[in-house]
């Protein structure tokens, strides 16, 4: 079970820090990804942290703004949101990256509005 928090609104140029707890311990060991789905819009990658946290990679809108971190002892996963812009407006996942089929949580909201 991955449960996602710490969303909610902010105004453009602020910062968020996102959280995503996993009940699964074997996810400790494996790749995990933030993804996120705006209205209308298909669900896409924005960050994804290697089994040992040390190889992180980013799509290209949020390559110096977004940085991902882990705890695997914790078994969390963070996304860590600064100079935040309308276009993040979104629902943020976190989910073993493949996904391969492994259910996603509930999301947590992203609103990005002055």
């Known amino acids: 079970l991955l449960t996602e928090s710490g969303g909610g609104l902010v105004q453009p140029g602020g910062s968020l820090t996102l959280s995503c707890a996993s009940s699964?311990?074997?996810?400790?060991?494996?790749?995990m990804a933030w993804f996120r789905q705006s209205p209308g819009k298909e669900r896409e990658f924005v960050a994804d942290v290697n089994w040992s946290g040390g190889a992180k990679y980013y799509a290209d809108d949020v390559n110096g703004r977004f940085f991902i971190s882990r705890d695997r002892q914790k078994n969390i996963v963070y996304l860590q949101m600064t100079s935040l812009k309308p276009d993040d407006t979104a629902v943020y996942y976190c989910n073993r990256n493949p996904p391969d089929g492994n259910p996603w949580g509930q999301g947590t909201q992203v609103t990005v509005s002055s």
């Open positions: 699964d311990r074997s996810f400790a060991s494996e790749d």
